[in-house]
């Protein structure tokens, strides 16, 4: 019977422990153990909606635009263009060739292939940009003609031999 006592001791002096432990939670805003198992929660108010009657619109179906296109044809005037934003770009630093002027700097490259691509709406696809080194890679970039049609729509426009025919469906 020894122990009957000094268990209820510990057992008092555990209580205490844990009002203690229970009220320094609380200060810090800690919510109780039983509240993250489920236990003691709180009910949250809900706030009281009230419905008005409002007209609702129609919202406009959305439909996928067609694809941009991707045609460009070069202005007759391009060289001097080009050469133009070149000269304003590098200033006195240019070489006498301008077609050889280097795009090693990466702020005088965007400069100029962007100034290029908002006056001529065609810009430098990002898989062709390391291959424009300099002045003259611009001007041939910018001298191709992009078509917008696929091969099969030139395959069906063109001229054909009488026993060839393409039927093109979607």
């Known amino acids: 019977m020894p122990l009957l006592p000094r268990a209820s001791a510990v057992s ?3 209580v205490s422990v ?12 800690v919510p109780p153990c039983r509240a993250l198992w489920g236990g003691f929660r709180k ?10 009657a409002v007209e609702v619109k129609e ?26 934003h070149v000269r304003e ?5 240019l070489p006498e060739d301008w077609q050889k002027a280097p795009l090693k700097e990466s702020n005088l490259k965007y ?3 962007a100034q290029l691509a908002a006056e001529l709406c065609h810009a430098v696809p990002n898989s062709q940009l ?3 080194c300099t002045a003259g890679d611009v001007l041939a970039f910018y001298s191709k003609q992009v078509k917008d049609a696929s091969k099969f729509d030139e395959l069906c426009t063109a001229k054909l031999p009488s026993n060839l025919k393409v ?4």
């Open 12 to 14: 008092k002096m555990a």
């Open 18 to 29: 844990g009002l203690v432990r229970a009220g320094w939670r609380l200060s810090l805003g």
């Open 43 to 52: 009910k949250q108010v809900e706030p009281e909606v009230t419905e008005t």
């Open 59 to 84: 919202e406009p179906t959305l439909v996928c635009p067609p694809p941009c296109s991707k045609k460009y044809l070069p202005p007759a005037d391009l060289q001097i263009r080009l050469e133009s």
């Open 89 to 93: 770009i590098f200033g006195p630093s």
């Open 111 to 113: 400069r100029l292939l």
């Open 130 to 132: 390391h291959h424009m």
């Open 167 to 170: 039927i093109w469906e979607h």
